[in-house]
């Protein structure tokens, strides 16, 4: 059996067509570059076909490629919508689409494990809008960023995600009522597309510098986490990234279960 590629070797790989990647996006509409990344992958399994499976992706999701750690390349800075202390044990990195069913997923578990981490957890969340398969992402997006703008990110943020059936054009009107927003502004923002050279670059970064090809792509503590979404398994997730124990979780997986299922009923306090 030839062996797994390590992230070194991917790197290498990606680095000898970074210039040719780029090349190629430039000028490619946002909705196709997840099909030419994906492409790209396939090159990188031929041409690395002497260290096995090296980069196995989806349209949706993509997969573990080693046992190795894969950290993140670009970190939180000043310009990335953040909720939560920069003290938190925590930092947890999504790139997601607002479009996305895992995403919407995640965004429930997420919610829920929220209500009892206090100031221990800090979200961070990075568009990905893949239109091809997610049509109604990248408006979206420009809704969640012109809502952004006007410091009410979030609020957009969970209307989106609560309401995933209806994103067209006057959905993301409504909702931007709902939130409490210059309807003016955020129209005409909008119409005229202010985002959206700034999604179409932190997209081209997310793809070539973290590689990530389908959402919902989340790190914990700079490490990319390649496990499922529910709430039992964030919360194990957050237990191996707090090994100092700052975010008091239960210890054991049948307390972690009983745990869920006071999540579920919105009874969880902090554990004893």
């Given amino acids: ?3 797994t590629a390590s992230s070194r070797s991917l790197d290498v790989l990606w680095s000898i067509d970074r210039n040719v990647a780029t090349k190629a996006l430039a000028g490619v509409a ?4 997840d099909t030419l990344v994906n492409l790209l992958c396939r090159d990188i399994n031929e041409t690395a076909s002497s260290f096995g499976d090296a980069c196995i992706v989806t349209t949706n999701r993509t997969l573990n490629m080693s046992e190795e750690i894969v950290r993140l390349k670009s970190p ?3 310009q990335d919508h953040v909720a939560g202390p920069a003290s938190a044990a925590i930092t947890l990195v999504e790139y997601g689409n607002f479009e996305c069913i895992q995403c919407g997923s995640a965004y429930r578990s997420l919610k829920q494990i929220r209500k009892v981490s206090a100031d221990g957890l800090r979200l961070v969340f990075r568009n990905f809008p893949m239109v091809r398969t997610h049509p109604r992402s990248l408006r979206a997006a420009e809704a969640a960023e012109a809502a952004g703008a006007q410091g009410k990110f979030w609020q957009m943020h969970d209307k989106l995600f609560t309401q995933q059936k209806a994103l067209e054009d006057h959905d993301l009107i409504r909702y931007a009522k709902h939130v409490g927003l210059d309807i ?5 923002d909008v119409a005229d597309n202010v985002f959206l050279a700034k999604i179409q670059s932190a997209y081209e970064q997310s793809l070539l510098d973290e590689h990530v090809t389908g959402t919902p792509t989340i790190y914990f503590n700079e490490i990319r986490y390649t496990g499922a979404t529910d709430v039992e398994s964030l919360l ?8 100092e124990g700052q975010i008091q979780l239960p210890e ?9 299922r ?3 009923q ?4 902090v554990f004893e």
């Fill in 252 to 260: 054991r997986a049948g307390q972690i279960r009983q745990f869920v």
């Fill in 76 to 78: 939180v800075t000043d």
């Fill in 184 to 188: 003016e502004r955020f129209t005409r």
């Fill in 236 to 243: 194990g997730a957050i237990k191996q990234s707090d090994p």
């Fill in 262 to 264: 006071k999540l579920r």
């Fill in 266 to 269: 919105g009874s969880a306090g």
């Fill in 30 to 33: 946002l909705g196709y570059r």
């Fill in 1 to 3: 059996m030839a062996p």
